[in-house]
């Protein structure tokens, strides 16, 4: 399904609902398959940004699983994050632990290909830091992101909070706004903490955006950002449309509830 730009809502996207969040997360895999597989024929390799919290750890759990685990040269896949909490990467909240322990300590990916956010340390400077790291892996050194084939981000995955917000963008915090920084640190008022996270205009430079949402609890916020105002300063989800890419939406049946056009099968 697509949706028209004029209409409200969220910018043009497709989405697939399954009756499940683990065929959801499955459907998700998948595509994470197919996109490492297509960058790295295109330009020898694949830069995917990965999400935290719970919802993605099944879709890891099966990408580090056979057969899905040798359909991926690992080698050729360049790991990061699209926010972190900044707390130590060993802590039960890091982002970066949950992936490596349900993804990464799987499969056969050389330890310098993963980039992880320095949560431990002070939250500026590690944004900073990361910019740079993101910067020097797409060749970038000064100015925008390129569109180009090799210089952007070729995959991010994204989730989607019950306040409509995504990786560490929450409602009416800075980094909404900001078209210059990559990367920024934002003290969350929401969460009583502080997060390092990707901006949209890195986001909105990617080859691809995937949504993963499970659960009924997201079914009211799911159809706002989808099909309601757009209102992207109170719902951040409506921010990310890639310039020259796309975004897709993996949904399960509970989460799309309340979609007006619900295709779940």
């Given at each position: 399904?697509?949706?028209?730009?004029?209409?409200?809502?969220?910018?043009?996207?497709?989405?697939?609902?399954?009756?499940?969040?683990?065929?959801?997360?499955?459907?998700?895999?998948?595509?994470?398959?197919?996109?490492?597989?297509?960058?790295i024929r295109s330009h020898g390799k694949f830069?995917?940004?990965?999400?935290?919290?719970?919802?993605?750890?099944?879709?890891?759990?099966?990408?580090?699983?056979?057969?899905?685990?040798?359909?991926?040269?690992?080698?050729?896949?360049?790991?990061?994050?699209?926010?972190?909490?900044?707390?130590?990467?060993?802590?039960?909240?890091?982002?970066?632990?949950?992936?490596?322990?349900?993804?990464?300590?799987?499969?056969?990916?050389?330890?310098?290909?993963?980039?992880?956010?320095?949560?431990?340390?002070?939250?500026?400077?590690?944004?900073?830091?990361?910019?740079?790291?993101?910067?020097?892996?797409?060749?970038?050194?000064?100015?925008?992101?390129?569109?180009?084939?090799?210089?952007?981000?070729?995959?991010?995955?994204?989730?989607?909070?019950?306040d409509a917000h995504t990786a560490s963008l929450?409602?009416?915090?800075?980094?909404?706004?900001?078209?210059?920084?990559?990367?920024?640190?934002?003290?969350?008022?929401?969460?009583?903490?502080?997060?390092?996270?990707?901006?949209?205009?890195?986001?909105?430079?990617?080859?691809?955006?995937?949504?993963?949402?499970?659960?009924?609890?997201?079914?009211?916020?799911?159809?706002?950002?989808?099909?309601?105002?757009?209102?992207?300063?109170?719902?951040?989800?409506?921010?990310?449309?890639?310039?020259?890419?796309?975004?897709?939406?993996?949904?399960?049946?509970?989460?799309?509830?309340?979609?007006?056009?619900?295709?779940?099968?």
């Amino acid at each position: 399904m697509s949706v028209d730009p004029q209409a409200g809502g969220c910018m043009g996207f497709d989405i697939e609902i399954l009756p499940t969040a683990e065929l959801a997360a499955d459907a998700a895999a998948r595509r994470f398959i197919a996109a490492a597989n297509d960058a790295i024929r295109s330009h020898g390799k694949f830069v995917v940004a990965l999400s935290g919290g719970s919802t993605p750890r099944s879709m890891y759990a099966q990408l580090a699983a056979e057969p899905a685990a040798s359909s991926v040269n690992w080698s050729r896949v360049q790991v990061l994050w699209g926010d972190e909490r900044c707390v130590p990467p060993d802590h039960a909240a890091s982002n970066y632990r949950m992936a490596r322990e349900a993804l990464l300590d799987h499969v056969p990916i050389p330890a310098a290909n993963v980039h992880r956010i320095h949560g431990e340390d002070d939250p500026a400077e590690a944004a900073t830091v990361y910019e740079q790291v993101i910067r020097d892996l797409l060749r970038t050194p000064l100015g925008p992101p390129r569109d180009a084939p090799g210089g952007r981000i070729d995959l991010v995955l994204l989730g989607l909070g019950e306040d409509a917000h995504t990786a560490s963008l929450f409602p009416g915090r800075a980094a909404l706004r900001d078209t210059l920084c990559w990367v920024r640190a934002e003290q969350v008022q929401a969460v009583s903490a502080w997060r390092v996270t990707l901006t949209p205009v890195i986001i909105n430079a990617a080859a691809e955006v995937a949504f993963l949402v499970s659960g009924g609890a997201k079914a009211a916020i799911l159809r706002q950002v989808l099909e309601g105002p757009r209102r992207p300063y109170q719902l951040p989800a409506q921010l990310i449309a890639p310039i020259a890419g796309r975004v897709r939406w993996f949904v399960d049946a509970s989460a799309a509830a309340a979609l007006r056009r619900n295709r779940a099968r």
